[in-house]
Structure formats: C-alpha cells, structure tokens
C-alpha cells in the first residue's frame, strides 16, 4: 500500500541581495530561530497569533533534524513538523513538514533557500511549494489566502535577513 503524497503543486519564490559572503549568509539563515524569527511574533498574517519554535539536538542544522512549532491562532491550536532534507553549506538548505501539518491556509510545504555569490555579496534565493490545507474550508481558505500567507513568510525571511547584513554592515564601519 503506497502513501499518496500531497500535491505541492502551488509555489512562490523570492530573491534578495545580500551586503556579506556566502558562507556568512548561510551561517545566519542555517539557524531556525533567525529563519523562522516572523513566526514566533504577532503579526497581521498569523491573526495576531504566534508559534513556539522547538529544534531536537540537530537544532535544525543537519540532515534528518526536526524543527516543530505549534501555537494558537484565532484560537485554534495549529501545530507542524519540519525535517531538513537537503543542506549544502554555503549554498542550500531544504526542510520539509512531515505527518499532516495542522494548519490553516496551507497543508504540507517543502520550503528552502539557495545563496550565490554575487559580486563582493550574495543573492539569496528563499522558495516554498506547498499544498492546500486539507478540508473544505482549508482548501476554501487556501485558495484565498494561501498565495498571500507564502508570499508574507518568503518575503518575511529575506527581509529579515537583508536587514541582518545592512545591519551587520554598519556596525563593521
């Protein structure tokens, strides 16, 4: 008996330019806390909810780690489970949920990024395919806003991280 896979079908992609190298780059969005930093924050995208960020002694940094978060969001208890997949450092990291994901405009997610130098820095590639959340009204509420939600999260991680480098920057001069 196979296991159908969910149809992540949907995807969004971003790209920004990054004031650091490489290796830098990685170091910083390779660690879920700065990744994931929008998640654990109320915001206009999550209802005025948050999620809580638990990493196993992987922490999220190699193949086969699991990153979970859970919390509440109009009241209802979401909860996900994360296993990276793919990580090529400096260049490429990829995480995946696993088991059914209880959330409420998307379903299952493969989500990563890819860095490349560019010039004396980086351009920094953050990118989700996703599927619809199960049910009627996950699929009803997918089809509105889940573009929207995988837009705000993709855009979310590299701003926070091109604020990092402008930051970061500044403070070397």
């Keep these: ?35 994931a930093a929008h998640m654990a924050k109320p915001s206009w995208a999550m209802a005025g909810g948050q999620m809580q960020l638990r990493r196993d002694e992987g922490a999220g940094r190699k193949p086969g780690s699991h ?18 997949v793919e990580r090529h450092p400096p260049l490429r990291k990829v995480w995946e949920t696993v088991g059914a994901p209880n959330l409420l405009v998307i379903g299952s997610y493969r989500m990563g990024f890819d860095i490349a130098p560019q010039g004396s820095g980086s351009l920094l590639r953050v990118f989700i395919e996703y599927a619809l959340a199960e049910g009627f009204s996950g699929r009803w509420l997918g089809r509105l806003f889940g573009r929207i939600y ?22 070397k001069r």
């Design 67 to 84: 990153i979970r978060m859970g919390g509440r969001v109009l009241g209802l208890r979401l909860a996900l489970d994360e296993v990276i």
């Design 150 to 171: 995988a837009r705000w999260c993709s855009e979310r991680m590299a701003s926070d991280a091109a604020r990092h480098f402008q930051a970061h920057g500044k403070e």
């Design 1 to 35: 008996m196979s296991v159908q896979q969910p149809d992540m079908s949907q995807r969004f992609e971003i790209s920004a330019a990054l004031a650091a190298p490489p290796d830098e780059v990685f170091a910083h969005v390779d660690d879920p806390l700065h990744l």
